[in-house]
């Protein structure tokens, strides 16, 4: 029972857009009409400068270690915090509270996975790094290495059930993000 009601939380946790709040509140306006129409981080700095970036992400970020951190708290497994950590970006995707319109789940992904096991942090940065001259995309560069996160937790944890949650996961943001990536290579080709 405790865990369907964490399941249920971190759902609508998710569905608290940082970037909505923060605009609507200093800006009087609505992130989701303006820009690209994201939510996110990116089109947040992109319209209203780093500041709005760094809170949007953070707040965003901050809802994904909350999952994780509660998680604990409860002493559920971690294969059920994951799940959590996968509801609250599903709930960030697809916010029942905003007719199912939201961001594409990174930032939440990435402070739920680094409060996981912080120890991924130099394996996404190495990656990003390394992909990044041949794309000179941050979205390509960013998705490959989230991609590479279930192989690094299986490094520091040897553990394969949370890999199986976590390559879920990555497919949803993934999936996410197919419209940009549909354009990335009709633009390319």
Request: proline share 4%.
């Amino acid at each position: 029972m405790m865990a369907i009601l964490y399941y249920i939380g971190s759902y609508f946790i998710g569905n608290v857009l940082t970037g909505y709040l923060f605009v609507k509140i200093f800006h009087h306006s609505n992130l989701q009409i303006s820009g690209s129409g994201n939510p996110g981080a990116r089109n947040a700095g992109r319209l209203y400068g780093k500041k709005a970036f760094i809170v949007t992400f953070l707040g965003d970020a901050f809802k994904g270690s909350l999952i994780i951190i509660i998680g604990r708290l409860l002493v559920l497994t971690e294969v059920e915090q994951l799940i959590g950590l996968t509801l609250a970006v599903i709930g960030h995707i697809k916010p029942i509270l905003f007719r199912f319109k939201g961001g594409k789940g990174i930032s939440t992904f990435i402070g739920g996975v680094i409060t996981f096991e912080p120890f991924v942090i130099p394996a996404i940065i190495i990656v990003f790094l390394l992909v990044y001259p041949f794309t000179k995309s941050f979205t390509l560069s960013g998705l490959a290495s989230l991609c590479f996160i279930p192989f690094a937790i299986y490094f520091f944890q040897n553990a394969i059930s949370p890999i199986w949650v976590l390559a879920l996961l990555i497919i949803i943001i993934i999936l996410a993000h197919a419209e940009n990536l549909k354009k990335r290579i009709k633009h390319t080709s």
